[in-house]
């Protein structure tokens, strides 16, 4: 089982409530984007494709959302989730950080460094919409909130890194 190493709380909202997780490198116009053609798999409630994870919220709904790096694969959730979905994405520079899918700007959340560039992640994501404040791990001052918990463990390093 492994501990957590580190962890980003922060908060995204963009009209019409369309955001990613996405690494830097994509960004850039270094790699493939999820905007660009034939990009990703789409897995109910998620879009998984190299450098970014989309999610979909409702247009007047903020979500709260946390990034962790664990040591090794995280045990497994003490509550349940509306959603979830546990496998790879590959990450180009290893910085992620939050954006709106259309209207989001670079720079406006913070980089959450993952420490290993050119390599494959294990993920685990999930996501559930709260009607109470008796979540430990996010603010208690929120009452209706989609919140969203993306865990990194274990680089699998690509042949030359």
Avoid at 133 to 160: N, S, V
């Amino acid at each position: 089982m492994g501990e957590l190493i580190t962890y980003l709380l922060e908060k995204v909202h963009d009209d019409p409530g369309r955001w990613m997780v996405v690494d830097g490198a994509a960004i850039n116009g270094e790699e493939m984007a999820p905007w660009e053609q034939e990009w990703g798999r789409y897995e109910d409630w998620i879009e998984v494709g190299p450098n970014a994870l989309v999610c979909d919220t409702p247009r007047d709904i903020t979500a709260d959302v946390r990034l962790e790096l664990w040591s090794d694969q995280p045990p497994a959730p003490e509550s349940a989730w509306d959603h979830s979905w546990t496998g790879e994405i590959f990450l180009r520079s290893g910085k992620i950080q939050l954006r709106g899918f259309y209207n989001g700007e670079w720079g406006v959340h913070e980089v959450f460094d993952l420490g290993h560039r050119d390599a494959t992640w294990l993920v685990r994501a999930q996501h559930k919409t709260l009607e109470n404040d008796r979540e430990t791990d996010f603010p208690r001052d929120i009452y209706r909130a989609d919140i969203y918990k993306f865990q990194f463990w274990r680089p699998i390093l690509q042949q030359g890194s």
